[in-house]
């Protein structure tokens, strides 16, 4: 579990012209809360935050005016175009507390090659120690056959990490091909006649046609 120290600044200033004179000066706006704490309104370097949010449920100690606070991110921001971080909710957690987040699910393994694999949830909900949320975990797909769905009660956890997720929650499903079948038009052909005689006989008819049209 990543856990990574930053240093932040309390906000005096709050509002939408605050918040823009914050990210032009390179922070974030962010809010820290929980355990019966007081709201804390901070700024955050982006670049270091960005850099630490590339770690899914990375843990934050957070260093304002002295006090570090140990935080877990709850709700992150970020701009719809360019993807830069708008604003950042921090949750506070405690060493030896349980929460609930959710852990991203990687899959492996050689499955039936008839099937076509859909990723129906990338993650699942666990509940764990705040300092041992695993970064991912690991669904195994060996042997799965085509019209075969595996759930999350198949993804194994770690010692100490229990399920939240409904157990029957669809993580991967792989879906039988449907066939496809090929119509292909056979030429009309007149009776008793061969396909190029046919043809003929139609070029023929259609010069007669032009002819009348004169």
């Known amino acids: 579990m990543a856990e990574i120290t930053i240093n932040g600044t309390s906000r005096t200033e709050f509002g939408k012209g605050a918040a823009r004179r914050a990210r032009r000066d390179g922070l974030v706006p962010a809010v820290i809360y929980g355990h019966g704490e007081k709201p804390a309104h901070i700024a955050l370097p ?32 970020r701009d719809a175009i360019k993807g830069t971080l708008e604003h950042v909710d921090l949750v506070i957690v405690r ?92 030429p009309v052909v007149a009776e008793g006649a061969t396909p190029a005689e046919g043809a003929a006989a139609t070029d023929g008819a259609a010069a007669g046609e032009k002819k009348d049209d004169k």
């Open 95 to 186: 060493r030896g507390e349980r929460v609930i987040v959710s852990v991203p699910v990687h899959t492996d393994g050689k499955f039936d090659q008839d099937g076509i694999l859909e990723t129906v949830h990338t993650s699942i909900e666990v509940e764990a120690e705040a300092t041992a949320i695993p970064n991912f975990l690991n669904l195994d797909m060996t042997g799965l056959m085509a019209g075969e769905s595996l759930y999350a009660e198949n993804v194994p956890l770690p010692a100490g990490v229990t399920l939240i997720s409904d157990p029957k929650m669809t993580v991967v499903h792989l879906s039988l091909r449907s066939a496809q079948e090929e119509i292909v038009a056979a």
């Open 46 to 77: 982006a670049r270091e935050l960005g850099v630490a949010l590339k770690t899914t449920n990375v843990l934050l100690d957070i260093v304002v005016d002295g006090k570090t606070e140990l935080t877990l991110p709850k709700s992150i921001v």
